[in-house]
């Protein structure tokens, strides 16, 4: 099926994909390294679902783990920073998923911002599909502070009812991006991320293994350990996003 945009600034369709319907239920350091080396891979873009071992809150990169636990209190909680940007996320009741495209998977070195919106423009219509309604914002909501959930921006999606549906963070380096989406307040039917898959690519291949190219597992177990699962990760850096 081809995903033909119909917002403006949109981007066509990825010539092809790898839809990962990760099996195994990770850590937060550790879901975050995966997504960190699907990005490195960079062979064909990858799709990828899965689910949380743990009960776990994120934070984005310029925030701060004592933010987070400010307004996430709550004793049972992991707490992992992100490599992407973006609010604090609460992931106990989500449904996250992961893009990760290789530079020459999009040659105009689109904006962030038009990513963003060709992402949730097709993921609006999935929604839909699925039966929810969801409108994408034109602006910024109010400020609701730094709960991601709390405070919807440009091109997330919204209930009619003002709740916030879908947010998420991305991080552009050199030779990629990466997107890191996050669904809430709603209920979504198995094989929802097949029909995103089809509406983000014109051909997707789709892969259950626990390893989703030779060397993945021990590239992420070196991220964990030299990374994700250090005290310097976690601190980050001492300032703030303007």
């Not at 409108?135 to 502070?145: C, I, K, R, Y």
Request: hydrophobic letters at 40%; a neutral charge; proline letters at 7%.
């Amino acid at each position: 099926m081809m995903f033909t945009p119909t917002i403006p600034g949109n981007l066509p369709p990825l010539p092809k994909l790898i839809l990962w319907k990760d099996p195994i239920a990770r850590i937060g350091a550790e879901c975050m390294a995966v997504d960190e080396v699907l990005l490195e891979w960079g062979k064909i873009p990858v799709l990828r679902e899965y689910h949380w071992l743990e009960p776990t809150v994120t934070y984005g990169y310029f925030d701060s783990e004592e933010t987070a636990r400010m307004i996430f209190p709550d004793k049972e909680l992991i707490f992992v920073r992100r490599w992407t940007g973006g609010g604090i996320v609460d992931h106990r009741a989500d449904i996250p998923f992961t893009l990760a495209m290789h530079r020459t998977d999009v040659p105009a070195r689109p904006t962030s911002a038009a990513l963003y919106r060709w992402i949730h423009g097709a993921l609006a219509k999935v929604l839909r599909e699925c039966g929810v309604e969801c409108e994408m914002l034109s602006g910024d909501a109010p400020n609701g502070g730094r709960a991601c959930f709390s405070s919807p921006v440009t091109s997330d999606l919204v209930h009619p009812n003002g709740d916030k549906l879908a947010g998420g963070g991305q991080r552009r380096v050199r030779d990629g991006v990466l997107h890191q989406g996050s669904i809430q307040n709603c209920v979504l039917p198995e094989g929802w991320c097949d029909l995103l898959a089809n509406r983000l690519a014109e051909f997707v291949t789709v892969s259950s293994s626990c390893e989703l190219f030779e060397g993945m597992n021990d590239r992420v177990a070196e991220l964990l350990a030299a990374k994700y699962q250090t005290n310097a990760w976690k601190i980050g850096p001492k300032h703030k996003a303007k």
